[in-house]
């Protein structure tokens, strides 16, 4: 064979080809079947979904929209057949997913990037949802629900209004400003703080004022000269202008919005329940470097530190989410103290306790230490990532109350 003959049998086969020959006989890879469906990009057989040539899909955009819908779910969030597989394991066998993920069986599970992104942000809509921060009654507000600066504001202006007497009115009011006082004390040193506990405060002697003078119009002329303090806004020594000028700025925000709030908790419910799964998707990380400084010695990659990060916080999202679910059903189908609210009762209980344990039995199984080594670091671990959530909540608060 000449050169130009053998040059010419390596030539690849161009476009205008591949679309004369859409379809190519069968090979020894591509099975017995006669006729093969051939890659319409580069015209090799079609062993997949996916070109195992050239990575080009089977499928392009041009279908029917509700197999576009579920495609995307899929892509998004994994959830097909693996979800079944997934969610009963995550609930009931801690650590199971994680030494499965670490032992390589992998695809047979949704991925832990997408159980934790589509489990938190679920949790979170779904009480966001169900919560009402407006009325007495609603389903998932306990008292004292929504604290503002460590204050429950509603519940201080709730007794205030149903005072019935200038004398009540007046202690109630000096009871809550001793309490906000308390905690500017304890607080003193965080930023922000005291701007904000000025805001509550004014409400207070607002709300207070308004009751007196619905009770007695006459005493309520100068009951309380501080009524009308301006809040003073947090300033910084030696800052630069810029900073300090920002700083007033979020203040005044802060109290004008504090005063929304007063009319409309939802507001802070809403911000509050949008801006929690950015903090914890900011305090993951956190949370398996801890764990890598816990387990040091066991020479593990930081990313299975992070594996063990996104499991754990994926089991609490879904019992969030669990607990959020069995609130509701509790009040809309069952009345008070009888057995099936019992029943409620003691499946919310026995969630609750099952969370810590969970996450101890987890750890002890991922990390195969004894229960002293495990106990000891499993406590560590809870109150740093305690302080480090508490703190995390704290600023998204403030954030929350001063972008609304």
Not at 50 to 58: N, R
Request: charged fraction near 20%.
């Amino acid at each position: 064979m000449s050169e130009n003959e053998t040059l010419t049998a390596q030539e690849p086969v161009s476009t205008e080809r591949q679309e004369e020959y859409p379809v190519q006989t069968g090979s020894s890879d591509a099975g017995d079947s006669p006729n093969v469906a051939a890659c319409r990009n580069c015209g090799e057989p079609l062993l997949g979904s996916h070109c195992y040539a050239c990575g080009q899909p089977t499928k392009s955009l041009v279908r029917q929209f509700p197999e576009m819908i579920g495609d995307f779910f899929n892509s998004v969030f994994g959830l097909d057949s693996r979800i079944t597989r997934t969610i009963v394991p995550l609930l009931l066998r801690p650590g199971f997913l994680t030494n499965e993920y670490f032992a390589g069986r992998q695809v047979r599970y949704v991925s832990p990037v997408r159980l934790f992104v589509f489990l938190c942000l679920t949790a979170f809509f779904v009480a966001q949802l169900s919560s009402d921060w407006r009325s007495d009654d609603s389903v998932n507000r306990p008292a004292g629900n929504a604290l503002i600066g460590g204050v429950d504001l509603p519940s201080v202006e709730h007794n205030i209004s149903e005072a019935t007497s200038v004398a009540e009115v007046v202690r109630l009011r000096d009871l809550a400003l001793k309490e906000i006082d308390g905690i500017a004390k304890e607080d003193a040193d965080m930023p922000g703080v005291r701007g904000l506990l000025n805001g509550v405060e004014q409400i207070v002697r607002r709300h207070a004022q308004q009751r007196i003078a619905a009770l007695d119009p006459a005493s309520a002329a100068g009951d309380d000269p501080q009524q009308q303090v301006a809040i003073d806004p947090p300033r910084i020594d030696g800052a630069p202008t810029a900073v300090n000028t920002w700083l007033v700025r979020q203040s005044t925000r802060l109290a004008s919005n504090i005063e929304r709030i007063e009319r409309d908790p939802n507001l802070l419910k809403d911000a509050l329940f949008g801006a929690i799964p950015s903090t914890l998707f900011i305090a993951l990380p956190f949370f398996a470097l801890m764990l890598s400084l816990l387990y040091l010695f066991k020479r593990r990659l930081y990313m299975e530190h992070l594996i063990v990060a996104l499991h754990s916080h994926a089991f609490l999202s879904l019992a969030l989410l669990l607990i959020v679910i069995l609130f509701d059903l509790r009040a809309w189908l069952t009345e008070p103290h009888t057995l099936p609210q019992a029943l409620f009762n003691l499946a919310l209980l026995a969630l609750a306790m099952w969370m810590p344990l969970y996450l101890l039995l987890m750890q002890k199984r991922v990390y195969q230490q004894g229960w002293l080594a495990t106990s000891l670091k499993f406590t560590a671990l809870g109150v740093g990532y305690l302080i480090l959530i508490g703190a995390a909540a704290t600023f998204t608060a403030l954030a929350s109350v001063v972008s609304l």
